[in-house]
């Protein structure tokens, strides 16, 4: 089986029974902050998309690049579909021209033709990417190969059960805002990152541990920021809180650690993987110097990407607009149909609106209120609030002039924004900005009210203390993610910390955990699992 990288978390697979084309991203993502690096826009994408088969994980647009999709991907290509809740991923697809899906169950292993086998896992929870993420088997003459890309599955057992996988693709870098957006000193800031930065790599590592693949591949990552308003992000800067660390820094530290199977893809790398050889061919002489001149190359892709970055900003304004009279158009309807999302917000959040710099000065011209338990959008009146975002009115009349239904798939990712929240960190707020639909938002009810009413009977051991088997969060198996230290359970999964004695959940509202002491009785009030 030959693994061609092209960049991200995307590849192609070639088998002698037919290519499979995984999440080709190229184009900026997320208001033009996110690029893809190394650079994998002087690809041959002409014969890279001209394959058998398509396979979108989900649609964070640094998987699902309409754009790309639409000029470079054969549309007799078949798309394998993951099982998802909603027909938002087929309908995206049909829009750009697909008309053969393969509709697959959720880790049901499906025969192709020429004995090309595919098995995809889909995750449906409202907290999986944008209302779904999968990950993609694929066995062909013996060789099996696990493209995880960024999803988290809570148990890999399934795919270890269909023979000994022999290349693991996986994520290991951060994907989110946090904590760079937050309003907080820098110590706390790079304190925040760093802890991140761990969890992240072990997280990675138990999921290599636990499927003992032959070769692993880091992959899913880092993006790369280009924009001057953003460079700082760049792993560049010798910050220790960074959250991007790119492929060698990972392979850097999982070497050190005693492993010494890990790959790097490039893009334009070939990896020929076999049962018992891997080989792989780069499009640098020095993979390693190619890293160590990292800056370098950032600067040259910078200057490459200055007017992409350019035109985007000018296509963002929208000053006809009324911004209050359509977000209360938009979101009101689906506040009084919330009920779980809203009572887990449980308060108001601001939304601070800035003029663009040089105009405005960067200062407030206009501050909204989502008002959860009101059930209204409304200016804001001075009241306290527990989260609060910042952010140039333009993103957000851009957002409302496409009637985009996912903000964070747009606004959030983009790192375009500041954030300040007093207390824990809340799910339910960006839950509810991921469904800014009908359908999004009946779905997310319906999982979280059949997730709140499922109890976890089952108890295990760890240490000195007997808790419930599943995590309250997402229900990750803590025999394999859990770590008891001092009193305090973390999951490995997402980083989540639970409190024993109290059963209170240390990182967000709206969960608790089940535990008592070895040999203590439970407790006849043990807190219910919740959503």
Same mark, same amino acid.
């Given at each position: 089986?030959?693994?061609?990288? !092209?960049?991200?978390?995307?590849?192609?697979?070639?088998?002698?029974?037919?290519?499979?084309?995984?999440?080709?991203?190229?184009?900026?993502?997320?208001?033009?902050?996110?690029?893809?690096?190394?650079?994998?826009?002087?690809?041959?994408?002409?014969?890279?998309?001209?394959?058998?088969?398509?396979?979108?994980?989900?649609?964070?647009?640094?998987?699902?690049?309409?754009?790309?999709?639409?000029?470079?991907?054969?549309?007799?290509?078949?798309?394998?579909?993951?099982?998802?809740?909603?027909?938002?991923?087929?309908?995206?697809?049909?829009?750009?021209?697909?008309?053969?899906?393969?509709?697959?169950?959720?880790?049901?292993?499906?025969?192709?033709?020429? =004995?090309?086998?595919?098995?995809?896992?889909?995750?449906?929870?409202?907290?999986?990417?944008?209302?779904?993420?999968?990950?993609?088997?694929?066995?062909?003459?013996?060789?099996?190969?696990?493209?995880?890309?960024?999803?988290?599955?809570?148990?890999?057992?399934?795919?270890?059960?269909?023979?000994?996988?022999?290349?693991?693709?996986?994520?290991?870098?951060?994907?989110?805002?946090?904590?760079?957006?937050?309003?907080?000193?820098?110590?706390?800031? !790079?304190?925040?990152?760093?802890?991140?930065?761990?969890?992240?790599?072990?997280?990675?590592?138990?999921?290599?541990?636990?499927?003992?693949?032959?070769?692993?591949?880091?992959?899913?990552?880092?993006?790369?920021?280009?924009?001057?308003?953003?460079?700082?992000?760049?792993?560049?800067?010798?910050?220790?809180?960074?959250?991007?660390?790119?492929?060698?820094?990972?392979?850097?530290?999982?070497?050190?650690?005693?492993?010494?199977? =890990?790959?790097?893809?490039?893009?334009?790398?070939?990896?020929?993987?076999? !049962?018992?050889?891997?080989? !792989?061919?780069?499009?640098?002489?020095?993979?390693?110097?190619?890293?160590?001149?990292?800056?370098?190359?950032?600067?040259?892709?910078?200057?490459?990407?200055?007017?992409?970055? +350019?035109?985007?900003?000018?296509?963002?304004?929208?000053?006809?607009?009324?911004?209050?009279?359509?977000?209360?158009?938009?979101?009101?309807?689906?506040?009084?149909?919330?009920?779980?999302?809203?009572?887990?917000?449980?308060?108001?959040?601001?939304?601070?609106?800035?003029?663009?710099?040089?105009?405005? =000065?960067?200062?407030?011209?206009?501050?909204?209120?989502?008002?959860?338990?009101?059930?209204?959008?409304?200016?804001?009146?001075?009241?306290?609030?527990?989260?609060?975002?910042?952010?140039?009115?333009?993103?957000?009349?851009?957002?409302?002039?496409?009637?985009?239904?996912?903000?964070?798939?747009?606004?959030?990712?983009?790192?375009?924004?500041?954030?300040?929240?007093?207390?824990?960190?809340?799910?339910?707020?960006?839950?509810?900005?991921?469904?800014?639909?009908?359908?999004?938002?009946?779905?997310? +009810?319906?999982?979280?009210?059949?997730? +709140?009413?499922?109890?976890?009977?089952?108890?295990?051991?760890?240490?000195?203390?007997?808790?419930?088997?599943?995590?309250?969060?997402?229900?990750?198996?803590?025999?394999?993610?859990?770590?008891?230290?001092?009193?305090?359970?973390?999951?490995?999964?997402?980083?989540?910390?639970?409190?024993?004695?109290?059963?209170?959940?240390?990182?967000?509202?709206?969960?608790?955990?089940?535990?008592?002491?070895?040999?203590?009785?439970?407790?006849?009030?043990?807190?219910?699992?919740?959503?």
């Amino acid at each position: 089986m030959r693994l061609t990288g !092209t960049g991200h978390a995307s590849m192609r697979i070639d088998t002698g029974a037919g290519s499979i084309l995984c999440d080709p991203w190229v184009n900026p993502a997320y208001f033009a902050s996110w690029f893809p690096f190394p650079d994998n826009s002087q690809l041959d994408w002409e014969s890279l998309g001209d394959v058998d088969y398509l396979y979108v994980s989900h649609l964070h647009r640094d998987h699902f690049d309409a754009a790309h999709l639409k000029r470079y991907v054969s549309k007799k290509a078949t798309v394998l579909l993951p099982e998802y809740p909603t027909s938002e991923l087929e309908d995206e697809l049909r829009e750009l021209g697909f008309t053969s899906f393969l509709r697959t169950r959720s880790e049901e292993v499906v025969e192709l033709d020429g =004995g090309l086998k595919v098995m995809i896992q889909a995750l449906t929870s409202p907290t999986d990417g944008p209302i779904g993420d999968s990950s993609l088997w694929v066995e062909y003459d013996g060789v099996r190969v696990l493209n995880q890309n960024d999803a988290r599955p809570t148990d890999l057992g399934v795919f270890a059960e269909l023979g000994h996988v022999h290349a693991h693709l996986l994520q290991f870098s951060g994907a989110i805002w946090y904590p760079m957006v937050y309003e907080l000193p820098g110590a706390a800031k !790079t304190a925040f990152g760093k802890q991140k930065r761990d969890r992240q790599m072990d997280r990675t590592i138990r999921y290599i541990d636990d499927l003992k693949a032959s070769w692993v591949f880091p992959i899913a990552g880092p993006p790369c920021f280009l924009d001057d308003e953003l460079w700082q992000f760049n792993d560049i800067h010798g910050d220790e809180g960074n959250i991007f660390p790119d492929q060698q820094v990972f392979l850097d530290h999982y070497t050190g650690l005693g492993y010494d199977n =890990g790959m790097i893809l490039l893009p334009g790398s070939v990896a020929q993987v076999g !049962t018992d050889t891997v080989h !792989t061919t780069h499009p640098v002489p020095d993979v390693r110097e190619f890293f160590d001149r990292k800056e370098e190359h950032l600067r040259e892709y910078q200057e490459r990407a200055r007017p992409v970055i +350019e035109a985007a900003k000018a296509s963002w304004r929208h000053p006809e607009i009324d911004v209050l009279a359509e977000m209360k158009r938009r979101i009101e309807p689906l506040l009084d149909e919330s009920i779980y999302l809203a009572k887990g917000v449980g308060g108001p959040v601001r939304f601070d609106l800035v003029g663009p710099s040089g105009e405005a =000065g960067g200062e407030t011209v206009e501050s909204i209120l989502v008002d959860f338990p009101g059930k209204q959008v409304r200016p804001y009146a001075d009241e306290k609030v527990r989260y609060r975002f910042r952010t140039e009115r333009a993103l957000v009349e851009h957002l409302l002039h496409i009637e985009e239904v996912d903000w964070v798939n747009s606004l959030f990712l983009s790192c375009r924004f500041s954030a300040a929240r007093i207390g824990q960190y809340n799910e339910f707020v960006y839950a509810f900005f991921k469904c800014l639909s009908e359908e999004r938002l009946q779905y997310a +009810e319906g999982w979280y009210d059949e997730h +709140e009413r499922t109890t976890d009977a089952e108890d295990i051991t760890i240490g000195d203390w007997v808790l419930q088997r599943r995590c309250p969060h997402l229900k990750a198996d803590l025999t394999r993610f859990g770590i008891v230290e001092d009193g305090q359970l973390t999951c490995q999964l997402h980083g989540w910390r639970f409190d024993l004695a109290s059963g209170r959940c240390l990182t967000s509202v709206g969960h608790s955990i089940r535990a008592h002491r070895v040999g203590e009785p439970a407790p006849a009030d043990a807190p219910a699992e919740a959503g």
